[in-house]
């Protein structure tokens, strides 16, 4: 599973003195020492806190590059290689250089039973070459009942059609509500009836 | 069918907030709760028969029982990592009603002795965890969560914590790795979180579905719990219904209704003019059945004895426009992406599935290659650390055994296509 980025492996082991020095953490951005350390608070071990904690430096860096990882490791009083094992197991942590819009496109079994594999193919190609956007194949996202189905930045939207690859990324790109009449927030329960007749009444 | 439990009201405007949640009853059952022993509670537990919702189906009171008892930390961890593919009941019940689950969450706690709580949840499902923190403050403000809860004595801290993307933090030993701040290796077990769990300590961890249905035990009280469902399925579940069915989605069943009532009657089964080729009854660990099998009682045990399991209750349905071929391969890709890599069995066992399926479909492959595939699928089951090795084996087993005609037809059509002709097999030269 793990994308083994060795570049990073290196840094982490064989870095400059500056750059192992733990105990200067100065470069650290204010907000970001601040939400570790909120983090770390609430365990019993503050170690619990390195995933948040590497997705809260991601956000700032665009990946859990070699400083941003050191910056975590240097709030958290771990090694940097220690995170970067933990950063390589993960697949929502990237340890390459990636676009800052996250477009993951389900292609397990539900959605491929609806076409996921053709509305990939269609969002990868849109994207090529496109460096703000991180086009990912990804495993069941967990809402197979709007197959086929993608996550746009943290957002799920289906059932998708290939018609809607290019409005999808431009919204995404616009900072807009992305498709919102496929948002699935919006969507009721399958499950008729499920909402009681004390509901359909209208009772308080 | 009876009255829904957990999605009672569930599309209600505002059924996230306390407001609401409160209006329609809710926080009463942890208020009834503190009124009792938690012995008391335990036992309501116990005498429901609730069994876990997140895949094994362990009855519930038992694991609560088995923490130690006295004064020790104990953790009561709640697993939202749902990645099961198929799998999305938990979603949208934490979506719509986070409520329940903290308090379900506060009440087990309570019976358990536990007095530190998490609920990881998988670091996809941004808009539910959003929606548990917003929640969880409401909760923590009136005196639900916190220090001596409601004047009970009892205190519970709570934690939403968001996992990264790794199917195996779902595994219960991986999630608690991966909660401590390590890569989500399993471990292995016993010892069982019961006696060392997070940070050693004992630790009782359930599915958010489980976990969601205590208030409603605790209201009925355990034995009106255990009339609904079957002798040794108690309750409501809810399953998740994908895949070519009409109307894809989650539904309250009372357990032990025939499955054909769930994928036709509720989920409109296949478009029109398709059959029911297999189907997964409980996420895609399971081993396939097929439309002979629709008939069986959507429970634990008749699925079990059906060679197939209820698992985390998600049906996949798929129809005959489908090649087998396909599904499996899908399915092995997963596992073999998603395998940690710790035991050689698992790692080496399921990218060779795919290697070999993928020989399969280009036409390099015999009918022997059936053979060997299916005594790999063997080799590797009960062989690993955990069970992700046998969520491969299990269902491709289970499709060679009751699709070989058409793997075979399939190597035979794909040899033909890629020029290399009919298998030495197949023209009788190796029989
Ligand atoms: C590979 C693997 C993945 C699992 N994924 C999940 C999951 O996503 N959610 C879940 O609740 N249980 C999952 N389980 C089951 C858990 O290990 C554990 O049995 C469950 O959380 C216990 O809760 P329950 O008794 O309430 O079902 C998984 C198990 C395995 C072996
Ligand atoms: S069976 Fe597979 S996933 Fe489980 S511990 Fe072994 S290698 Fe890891
Ligand atoms: S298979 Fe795509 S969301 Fe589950």
Redesign the pocket.
Known sequence: RARVNNALFARARAGTPEENDTTSPAAVAPELRKEIEAHMALYPDSRSAALPALEAAQRVHGWCSPEAIEQVASVMGVTPAYLAAVATFYDMLETEPVGKHSVYV???????LHG?DALYEAVRDAADGDPEFNVRPF??????D????ASVDGVYV?PLTTEDVPRMLEDARAGRIVLPDKQLTTRGVADQHANSHELQEGTP | MTEALLFKNIDEPGLSTLEVYAKRGGYESLRKALAMSPEAVLAELEASGLRGRGGAGFAMGKKVSFLPKGSIDKYLVCNADESE????KDRELMQKSPHVLIEGIVIASYAAGATRSFIYIRGEYVHQADVLDAALVEAREAGYVGEDILGSGHSLSLVVHRGAGAYICGEETGLLDSLEGKRGNPRLKPPFPANQGLYQGPTLINNVETLATVPAIVAMGGERYAKLGTETSKGTKLVSV?GHVQRPGNYEIELGIPSREIVYGLAGGPPPGREVKCWFPGGSSAPVLTADDLDLPYDFDSLARAGSMLGSGAIIVVDDSTPIIDVALKVAKFYAHESCGKCTPCREGTNWTVKMLERIDSGEATPMDIEIMASVQEHIIGNCLCVLGDAMAMPIGSMIAKFRDEFEAHIEQARAHSGLGASPVAEGALV
């Open positions: 389900c292609t397990n079994i539900s959605c491929s996921a495993e069941c996202l967990g809402a197979c709007i197959a086929p189905m289906g | 593919p198929g799998t999305f994908s």
